[in-house]
């Protein structure tokens, strides 16, 4: 099992690099609900519509995880050093998730193999 950031859902549909180690991996995975609203937002701003993403991303069959008061309090905690690095609300949520499960995550996003994190990045590109 893995945790899912938007981002390797969004190569998948989008056919971008690493599309298919990330749908290879991200099988039975677990999802963040704030990844879950990120995934939906860019997709809409695409053109999507709300049930169209939604079932897309429901095709997947991750399990969507709710955004809790511990998971808040951490992604809280991280916010003043991850900031200034890039680190969004949202990949925060997909961190903190991975930390909670142990898990590893699974993302295009590059620079959390630097952040030194306790825990199992997996970078699809």
Known sequence: MIAVDSSAILAVLFQEPGAARALERMSGGMMSAVNYAETGAKLIARGWGR???EDVIDSFGLTLVPFDRRMAVLSGAMAPDFARLGVSFADRACIVLGM??????????RK???????????LIR
């Not at 909670?100 to 996003?109: A, C, F, H, R």
């Not at 959390?112 to 990045?121: D, M, Q």
């Open 100 to 109: 909670i499960e142990k898990l590893p995550v699974l993302t295009g996003d």
């Open 112 to 122: 959390w193999a630097s952040l030194g994190l306790e825990l199992e990045v997996e």
């Open 51 to 53: 049930e169209e993403w």
